[in-house]
């Protein structure tokens, strides 16, 4: 994870206006980011002055990593060697038909963007982390960010199709010969209707709440996934089931905008540790 994520400055410019400065904000509940249209969960930037100012009201309220984003210097990714992104305030057009080619969902708002092929990235997703290794039962298991899920069955959905075109983390099961995948679309679209609950219910959450509440449903869908492919079982039911769900923790905090959730999960009891 870029260090910047780890010790957030309490006061930075906007990035699309230097002269408009915001300040960093701890609240409890879920928000639209001003800057990409994307939900979010957990510490923001806000332009506001008044006390509550993670409500609604607020004037500004930008993601962490959209706060941070830095106009000037273009972004290169390990998944895209050679390619430079851009960063701008709203994709280029045709805007209607602009999606990110992180997670597969339309980019509305602040984006990076590569004119040589056409690419683009959500400044959250911008921030999973490329290589993390997690333990279970006391064993290092390494896993990587990759730019497509090959032909293999995401361990989440179980399905290919679309989502295989997107990013998904991927890990060697040495009991069954194969990489395992999990999209991180899939994850994105679980936390979502999570997301939707708290947001348009005005429930409080706190930060990192989207995480815990998605946790149920996402481990629900997991066990329904692995239970259709019987060879999960002789490759360790319970050891895919860990990793599947702290792979869950890490992405939805990072797709949020939540990089003390992300923290949270790579460096807790049981969790993941960063590589790259």
């Given at each position: 994870?870029d260090k910047?994520y780890e010790?957030?400055?309490v006061?930075v410019?906007?990035?699309t206006?230097?002269?408009?400065?915001?300040?960093?904000?701890?609240t409890?509940?879920?928000?639209?980011?001003?800057?990409?249209?994307e939900?979010?969960?957990?510490?923001?930037y806000?332009?506001?002055?008044d006390?509550d100012c993670g409500?609604?009201n607020?004037s500004i309220?930008?993601h962490?990593?959209?706060?941070?984003?830095?106009?000037?210097?273009?972004l290169?990714?390990?998944l895209?060697p050679?390619r430079a992104?851009?960063?701008?305030?709203k994709p280029?057009?045709?805007?209607?038909?602009?999606?990110?080619d992180?997670?597969?969902d339309?980019?509305?708002?602040f984006?990076y963007?590569?004119?040589?092929?056409?690419?683009?990235?959500?400044p959250?997703?911008t921030?999973l982390?490329?290589?993390v290794?997690?333990?279970?039962?006391s064993?290092?298991v390494?896993l990587e960010?990759?730019?497509k899920?090959?032909?293999r069955?995401?361990a989440?959905?179980g399905?290919?199709g679309r989502?295989?075109?997107?990013?998904?983390?991927r890990?060697y099961n040495?009991?069954?010969r194969?990489?395992?995948y999990?999209h991180v679309?899939?994850?994105?679209?679980?936390?979502?209707?999570?997301w939707d609950e708290?947001?348009y219910h005005e429930r409080?959450?706190g930060?990192g709440g989207i995480?815990?509440a998605?946790?149920?449903a996402i481990?629900?869908?997991v066990?329904?996934?692995?239970?259709?492919?019987?060879?999960?079982?002789?490759?360790?039911?319970?050891r895919?089931?860990?990793?599947?769900?702290?792979?869950?923790q890490i992405?939805i905090?990072?797709?949020f905008?939540?990089p003390?959730?992300m923290?949270s999960?790579?460096?807790?009891?049981?969790?993941?540790?960063l590589q790259?």
């Amino acid at each position: 994870m870029d260090k910047k994520y780890e010790d957030l400055p309490v006061e930075v410019p906007h990035p699309t206006d230097p002269a408009h400065k915001l300040k960093l904000v701890r609240t409890t509940e879920a928000f639209v980011c001003d800057g990409c249209n994307e939900p979010g969960d957990g510490p923001r930037y806000t332009s506001a002055d008044d006390a509550d100012c993670g409500s609604r009201n607020s004037s500004i309220r930008l993601h962490t990593s959209c706060a941070l984003a830095d106009a000037a210097t273009p972004l290169q990714h390990h998944l895209f060697p050679g390619r430079a992104f851009v960063f701008l305030p709203k994709p280029p057009p045709p805007v209607d038909d602009t999606v990110c080619d992180a997670c597969g969902d339309p980019a509305l708002g602040f984006v990076y963007h590569c004119f040589e092929k056409n690419l683009d990235l959500h400044p959250c997703c911008t921030s999973l982390p490329p290589t993390v290794t997690a333990t279970v039962q006391s064993e290092l298991v390494p896993l990587e960010l990759c730019d497509k899920a090959s032909r293999r069955h995401c361990a989440f959905c179980g399905e290919k199709g679309r989502r295989k075109r997107f990013w998904a983390y991927r890990w060697y099961n040495a009991n069954e010969r194969r990489h395992v995948y999990v999209h991180v679309a899939c994850m994105r679209k679980a936390a979502g209707r999570t997301w939707d609950e708290d947001y348009y219910h005005e429930r409080v959450g706190g930060g990192g709440g989207i995480v815990r509440a998605s946790m149920p449903a996402i481990e629900a869908a997991v066990q329904k996934s692995l239970a259709r492919n019987a060879r999960s079982s002789r490759g360790g039911f319970a050891r895919v089931m860990k990793i599947v769900t702290t792979v869950a923790q890490i992405v939805i905090a990072a797709i949020f905008g939540n990089p003390l959730g992300m923290i949270s999960a790579l460096v807790g009891p049981g969790g993941f540790f960063l590589q790259g």
